[in-house]
């Protein structure tokens, strides 16, 4: 199963969000249990450069991507996915352009903590409790 990462659940885990670690760091626990994980080429630069803000040191911040690219694949983005975004009816243009990658890679599912983001998505939207639940059964 495809399953599409939404750049705030990695940034929740590297950075130890308070808030939603947990949560998130146990959905990420789930790449050995059949499931296949990605994360756009885009969501790389952004975290590389949140994280690097946040540690003030590239050679670490490289290293926090390098373990990253243990749990995820990354997914490129075409022109195909940059045309599909601006021709949508998506209000916010990052998200528009994650469905259309996960579109692309024919994922199952977009794990998202913003819902609300994704509610004209084609592909099946969960929250992170959701697919924890979903990944027990």
């Known amino acids: ?3 599409f990462i939404d750049t ?3 940034l929740d885990v590297m950075l130890e969000n ?3 670690y947990e949560e998130s760091n146990s959905v990420l626990s789930c790449c050995n249990k059949g499931y296949d994980f ?3 080429a885009a969501a790389c630069t952004d975290i590389f450069y949140i994280v690097k803000r946040t540690l003030h040191n590239t050679e670490e911040t490289k290293q926090v991507m390098k373990n990253l ?3 995820v694949s990354v997914a490129g983005i075409d022109e195909s996915c940059i045309r599909n975004a601006l021709e949508s009816n998506w209000n916010d243009f990052e998200d528009s352009v994650q469905h259309e990658v996960a579109q692309q890679i024919n994922a199952d599912i977009i794990v998202t903590r913003n819902q609300v983001d994704y509610k004209l998505s084609t592909v099946r939207i969960m929250t992170p409790a959701e697919f924890l639940s979903f ?3």
């Open 1 to 3: 199963m495809i399953v």
């Open 135 to 137: 990944a027990k059964a």
């Open 69 to 71: 690219l243990t749990t």
């Open 38 to 40: 990605y994360i756009s």
């Open 8 to 10: 705030n659940l990695i």
């Open 18 to 20: 308070a808030d939603f």
